[in-house]
């Protein structure tokens, strides 16, 4: 089993940037990729970006150009930096690893507004 924990998120203004991280623990062999997922208000839940465990990454349209997910495998890390935030990225954010089941970390506020 894995488990995520998720660095803070907090209220950054439009145009701003914030980094999040999501720490592993428990089997970490197991996993074969990892992502980060928001859920704004009223809406599904979403993927914003994946890596898989050999570096290869995928996007939302929508955080294209702006969003970079990355994954430090010595500190069983994952990252998503954020750029040039918009209004409507605000959202909980979601850390997840799969392996044989997909874990979920606790969730992370970001609201982006002046």
């Known amino acids: 089993q894995v488990q995520l924990v998720e660095s803070e998120g907090g209220l950054v203004q439009p145009g701003g940037s914030l980094r999040l991280s999501c720490a592993a623990s428990?089997?970490?062999?197991?996993?074969?990729?990892m992502g980060w997922y928001r859920q704004a208000p009223g809406k599904q839940r979403e993927l914003v970006a994946a890596i898989t465990s050999s570096g290869s990454t995928n996007y939302a349209d929508s955080v294209k150009g702006r969003f970079t997910i990355s994954r430090d495998h010595a500190r069983n890390t994952m990252y998503l930096q954020m750029n040039s935030l918009k209004p409507e990225d605000t959202a909980v954010y979601y850390c997840?690893?799969?392996?044989?089941?997909?874990?979920w970390g606790q969730g992370t506020q970001v609201t982006v507004s002046s």
């Open positions: 997840n690893a799969r392996s044989q089941v997909w874990s």
């Open positions: 428990g089997i970490i062999l197991s996993i074969y990729a």
